[in-house]
């Protein structure tokens, strides 16, 4: 049974999206969706946002002390400055451990079917949680930043004024709405590409046009449409052939470890790409580093075709049209420590 399902995938996988003949948008327009901010509210579950929360999370985010060192902070693996992720291959975490995988991007993260390559974070506020507990990333407990949250005056206030409505508003899962409601806020409209779908026939150039085409005809559109161009589904990794193992390592079998199924051995969530431009190396290992690269792979090993470097070249040129307008971040002012504020370890 298992077979089968994996096998009914690949062949899915394989075969070229079903691209009219005709009008390159309208085709563009069944398959993707440009991104609007406002529909985000929609998007989030269970956390109201709220401009208190946007803010109280945004220093958060920045704020080191949220880890048992307190030297790294969520910003130091999705770094708002290289494209919502790290700038090296995979992360570096307490003690200087090197973590297994590459840190996504938190850019239009909202958008995703869940958080993590492997899907086990059903929303940001789940994720939000995992980086904080993890001995490779930051090595924190809940009650240790309750404890040093507590112990911040300003930080207190913020969290009342944030959740007025809960008796213990300084908590674990309300640091993690908090952050939520912030990440939230990290869209990326008004890409070149958003401005084509809408209607703006010259908003991309004639090479990143037929980058689009190839796009839709060759079939890398089955992993990477939606609004996110990507982050929407879990896929097999290598379906026409493996890659090599430093770019899928045996060790790791992807969501299988979530679902304790083997039909999802080496099966991710794909990646999205907007922005994928900014945020050089890619795939969950960090094991290729420019996009011509990145993209003869995934058309060799996903889908079974050799392309052209032409094709290649179109192809990377339409991916650059997906580059949005980055949020604009000031760098927060954090409120300062005190006396009964744990020290690092």
Same mark, same amino acid.
Request: glycine residues 14%.
């Given at each position: 049974m298992h077979l089968t399902r994996f096998a009914a995938l690949a062949a899915a996988l394989l075969a070229p999206t079903l691209a009219a003949a005709g009008d390159l948008r309208a085709d563009a327009n069944a398959v993707f969706k440009p991104i609007d901010a406002a529909s985000v509210a929609a998007v989030v579950k269970n956390n109201e946002i709220t401009p208190a929360k946007i803010e109280l999370g945004g220093k958060l985010f920045f704020d080191p002390r949220l880890s048992k060192s307190q030297i790294i902070s969520?910003?130091?693996?999705? %770094?708002?400055?290289?494209?919502? &992720?790290?700038?090296?291959?995979?992360?570096?975490?307490?003690?200087? !451990?090197?973590?297994?995988?590459?840190?996504?991007?938190?850019? %239009?993260?909202?958008?995703?079917? &869940?958080?993590?390559?492997?899907?086990?974070?059903?929303?940001?506020? !789940?994720?939000?949680?995992?980086?904080?507990?993890?001995?490779?990333?930051m090595n924190n407990t809940p009650a240790q930043v309750e404890k040093t949250l507590n112990s911040i005056p300003a930080y207190v206030t913020e969290f009342k004024a944030a959740f007025p409505a809960d008796p213990n508003p300084v908590s674990f899962d309300n640091m993690a709405k908090a952050i939520e409601a912030f990440e939230a806020t990290l869209t990326t409209p008004n890409s070149r590409f958003d401005k084509f779908l809408r209607g703006d026939a010259s908003a991309l150039n004639d090479v990143e046009k037929k980058g689009l085409r190839l796009f839709l005809d060759k079939g890398c559109a089955g992993c990477h449409g939606g609004v996110n161009i990507g982050g929407n589904g879990y896929f097999p990794f290598g379906v026409a052939q493996k890659p090599s193992v430093e770019i899928l390592p045996v060790a790791d079998k992807g969501r299988a470890k979530v679902t304790n199924d083997a039909a999802d051995e080496f099966v991710f969530r794909s990646a999205p790409l907007r922005n994928v431009a900014l945020r050089a190396p890619y795939f969950h290992t960090g094991a290729v580093w420019t996009l011509e690269e990145a993209v003869d792979l995934m058309a060799k090993d996903q889908l079974g075709e050799s392309l052209s470097d032409q094709d290649v070249k179109a192809i990377v040129a339409f991916l650059g049209a997906l580059t949005g307008d980055q949020p604009k971040i000031v760098y927060p002012i954090l409120p300062p420590r005190a006396s009964g504020t744990p020290l690092p370890q």
């Open positions: 969520c910003n130091s693996c999705h %770094n708002l400055g290289t494209g919502g &992720a790290d700038a090296g291959p995979t992360s570096i975490g307490h003690g200087w !451990a090197k973590g297994p995988r590459r840190a996504p991007t938190v850019l %239009n993260a909202v958008f995703n079917v &869940a958080q993590f390559w492997d899907g086990r974070a059903v929303d940001l506020k !789940a994720q939000a949680k995992g980086p904080v507990q993890a001995d490779v990333e």
